[in-house]
Nanobody, 129 residues
Framework: LVQLMESGGGSVQAGGSLRLSCAASGNSISNIPMAWFRQVPGKRREGVATIYTGGFSPRSSRKYADSVQGRFIISQDNVKNTVYLQMNSLKPEDTAMYYC??????????????????WGQGTQVPVSS
């Protein structure tokens, strides 16, 4: 069982940067695929970035949605049990509620909402033009 709590959201102007944090408790995330999703009213959650530092590979694996590739960076600190989402060159269309997700049954990162069973409560990111 993993509890997740996001922080770091807030208003930002287009072109600016913001770093979101997701602190996990209840279990180590070192071998658990983690992800960031976002949602705007009336739409399904969209996978933004995912990371997995477990498995046999010494490197972590990361995947990004096309819409954020080159602008967002997902990282993980296994000592602090925290996942981060560095968001650069923000655009008004990045405005959304951002959620952290985890699932210990996954064997790799994923951008599919249904793959994750544990979610944080979300943090709002409004980007003004």
């Amino acid at each position: 069982l993993v509890q997740l709590m996001e922080s770091g959201g807030g208003s930002v102007q287009a072109g600016g940067s913001l770093r979101l944090s997701c602190a996990a408790s209840g279990n180590s995330i070192s071998n658990i695929p983690m992800a960031w999703f976002r949602q705007v009213p009336g739409k399904r959650r969209e996978g933004v970035a995912t990371i997995y530092t477990g498995g046999f590979s010494p490197r972590s694996s990361r995947k990004y949605a096309d819409s954020v590739q080159g602008r967002f960076i997902i990282s993980q600190d296994n000592v602090k049990n925290t996942v981060y989402l560095q968001m650069n060159s923000l655009k008004p269309e990045d405005t959304a509620m951002y959620y952290c997700a985890a699932d210990e049954l996954l064997e790799e990162g994923s951008l599919i909402e249904g793959d994750f069973g544990y979610w944080g409560q979300g943090t709002q990111v409004p980007v003004s033009s």
